[in-house]
């Protein structure tokens, strides 16, 4: 609970927290300013809402429509993200060495990052780590 939010009470109606203590919460109704136990008040939190043109919705999912509104109209696409690696690693190694000292295995770099990168940006299944 924080001072100015919204909430909700059985018996007094929607009031707005305006001040609190410890164990005490003055809170704003409609028939003016009460001061209460909120664990022992039964009150319930109101999550912020936006009224457009008589239409009530939660404000998270008013902002949701409108982002994913815009990204069509504006015809976005998520763009890949090209990244390099520090100078030093180029042309680098990695080498894999397993627990039970079979041989071990020198991979490029480039190679592993780029592996790694596509499996996160593709959500491909894990099956594809085979081929490293």
């Avoid at 939660?58 to 763009?79: H, N, R, S, W, Y």
């Amino acid at each position: 609970m924080h001072i100015g939010m919204k909430i909700n009470h059985p018996d007094y109606g929607p009031g707005t927290v305006k001040g609190l203590t410890e164990h005490l919460a003055e809170i704003r109704f409609e028939q003016g300013a009460k001061t209460l136990a909120p664990e022992n008040s039964a009150l319930t939190m109101v999550g912020e809402r936006a009224a457009i043109e008589g239409l009530e919705i939660p404000l998270d999912q008013f902002v949701g429509q409108v982002v994913m509104e815009t990204i069509a109209k504006l015809d976005l696409k998520e763009q890949p993200v090209e990244l390099e690696m520090a100078a030093r690693w180029q042309g680098g190694k990695m080498i894999l060495k397993p627990s039970n000292d079979a041989q071990a295995k020198e991979i490029p770099l480039e190679q592993f990052f780029h592996k790694i990168v596509f499996l996160f940006s593709e959500k491909t299944p894990l099956k594809s780590l085979q081929t490293l």
